[in-house]
């Protein structure tokens, strides 16, 4: 079963052979360095220990046990962990819109993994859109007009729905290969297949534009302010 931030989960040691003089140890070390450790029991005589540990952050987790006595040894396992579902896109990533402004846009509810795309939509539009954009934004970076900040939204709603029309956010049905070799079969394909940039996930959503100039929007938000071809 996978684990996930917040899971607490009995890691399991068994020792072979084991004696009365077996002792085992756990040290648990977190995706940020740090490192606890959770005290270890047996109840059959050092044939079994166990011990909980409490997943607090996503990514790879390393469980180092320790055994002294009979079956002295050192295991090591790593544990990947996932983030918890819908979880926010962390510091320093600027997300434009929340999950109920993309329900309310798709007229539908929206995917489970709705905080991701909205994420990565942001990222996409700001990298490609909106640093060639001009408008007045607070000092975290985000649009402090409210007309310009809903338009923003819709945009990126828009970027997100237009993925799921295509169903593929990644690039990875333009992602394709030249010439590969496993063993005597050989699988060629156009070079100009190659690039994930080739995908309609890659490509804008042409709502995005008509979100970024609607009426009323001319004198807040200048799109492509900086001259950029399209």
């Known amino acids: 079963m996978p684990v996930g931030v917040g899971d607490q989960v009995t890691a399991t040691l068994t020792v072979t052979p084991h004696g009365a003089d077996t002792l085992a140890a756990l040290a648990v070390t977190a995706p940020d360095g740090s490192i606890t450790t959770p005290v270890a029991t047996s109840g059959d005589g050092g044939a079994t220990w166990t011990a909980p540990v409490l997943y607090t952050l996503a990514g790879v987790w390393r469980l180092t046990w320790t055994v002294t006595g009979t079956g002295a040894s050192v295991e090591h396992q790593l544990v990947s962990v996932a983030p918890t579902p819908g979880a926010p896109a962390g510091p320093g ?100 297949a190659v690039t994930g940039e080739d995908s309609a996930a890659r490509q804008i959503a042409p709502q995005v534009w008509d979100e970024l100039r609607a009426p009323g929007l001319y004198d807040k938000l200048a799109v492509g302010a900086v001259g950029v071809g399209w």
């Open 93 to 192: 990533v600027r997300v434009y819109a929340t999950t109920t402004q993309l329900a309310d846009y798709l007229h539908d509810a929206p995917p489970l993994d709705a905080a991701r795309l909205l994420a990565d939509a942001s990222r996409m539009l700001d990298a490609r859109v909106l640093a060639y954009c001009r408008y007045d934004v607070d000092t975290a970076g985000l649009p402090s007009d409210p007309d310009v900040a809903a338009a923003i939204a819709r945009a990126v709603c828009a970027q997100v729905a237009w993925w799921g029309e295509v169903g593929d956010s990644m690039g990875a049905a333009g992602v394709g290969y030249g010439n590969v070799s496993i063993g005597s079969v050989s699988l060629g394909r156009p070079v100009t």
